[in-house]
C-alpha cells in the first residue's frame, strides 16, 4: 500500500480525507535473458515508473532473467510448459497471476502462445514487446527477418495481446535505422535499446490511466 505524500501522517495533521492509492501490480512473464524484465524494474526503482512487481513468472527453468529476479528479491516461480497443453498450462499461469493479484501482464520474451481463455481472464490487461515495427515481420527471429528482406527501418512495438500471434493493438513504436554493415547481432543490440525505453513507457501510461482501446486504435490521452 502506498499513501503518497497526501496521507495526514505523511503532513503531520489530523486524519481528514485519507486517499489510499495503491501502485499498479505487474506480473512479468519470461522464457530467458530478462533484459526487458530487467529494464522495468530499473525503472521503478528510479521512479520513472509508478507500478510494483508482484511476481516474475518463467516457463523454463533455466532462464537468465529468474536469477535477477531472485537478486532483486523480486517473488519468483518457475512454472514449466514443457509438454504442457495450452489450456492447462495457462490455467496454472492465471492462478499463480491472480495469487499476486497482477493488474497487468507485461510479457517479456515469453517464449509460449497463450490462449484465448488467458486473454480473456486479463481482458486489456496482457501486453507483449516485440523486436519489430508490427505488422511486419511478427514471430521468431524478427531482426533477421528485417534484415533478410532488406528494409531500411525496422524497430519495436508494446502492443496489447490478443489470441493471434503479435497482432494486438499497438500502443508504443520506436524505429531504428539498419545500416549497410548490420549483422542480426548488431541490429538486435540497437532495438534491445529502444526496447528498453518504449516498454517501461508503456506501462506507466496504464498505470496513469491514459490508455484508451478503441477497435485497433490505442489512444494516449495528453
Ligand atoms: C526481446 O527482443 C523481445 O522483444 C522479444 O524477446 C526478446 C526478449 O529479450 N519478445 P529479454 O529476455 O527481455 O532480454
Redesign the pocket.
Known amino acids: 500500500m502506498d499513501y503518497r505524500g497526501n496521507h495526514p501522517a505523511a503532513q503531520g495533521q489530523r486524519p481528514g480525507r485519507i486517499s489510499i492509492k495503491h501502485s499498479l501490480r505487474l506480473g512479468i512473464l519470461?522464457?530467458?535473458?530478462?533484459?526487458?524484465?530487467e529494464a522495468i524494474s530499473n525503472a521503478i526503482n528510479r521512479g520513472t515508473v509508478d507500478a510494483e512487481i508482484a511476481v516474475v513468472i518463467s516457463n523454463r527453468a533455466a532462464a537468465p532473467?529468474i536469477e535477477i529476479a531472485r537478486e532483486r528479491g523480486i517473488p519468483v516461480r518457475v512454472i514449466p510448459s514443457a509438454g504442457m497443453d495450452r489450456e492447462t498450462y495457462d490455467k496454472l499461469l492465471i492462478e499463480e497471476l491472480n495469487t499476486h493479484e497482477v493488474e497487468l501482464v507485461c510479457?517479456?520474451?515469453?517464449m509460449w502462445l497463450l490462449s484465448a481463455g488467458f486473454v480473456k481472464a486479463f481482458p486489456g490487461r496482457v501486453m507483449?514487446?516485440?523486436?519489430s515495427l508490427l505488422p511486419s515481420f511478427p514471430g521468431l527471429d524478427a531482426q533477421r527477418q528485417a534484415l533478410e528482406h532488406g528494409v531500411k527501418i525496422t524497430g519495436?512495438t508494446v502492443h496489447f495481446v490478443d489470441e493471434f500471434l503479435d497482432s494486438g493493438p499497438i500502443v508504443l513504436q520506436s524505429a531504428v535505422p539498419v545500416l549497410d554493415t548490420d549483422s542480426v547481432e548488431s541490429l538486435?543490440v540497437r532495438?534491445?535499446k529502444q526496447?528498453h525505453d518504449i516498454y517501461p513507457r508503456a506501462i506507466q501510461l496504464v498505470s496513469e490511466g491514459r490508455i484508451t482501446v478503441e477497435g485497433r486504435r490505442v489512444k494516449i490521452k495528453e
Open positions: 519470461i522464457s530467458g535473458r530478462g533484459s526487458n524484465f532473467g510479457l517479456a520474451g515469453f507483449n514487446i516485440h523486436p519495436c538486435s532495438i534491445l526496447e
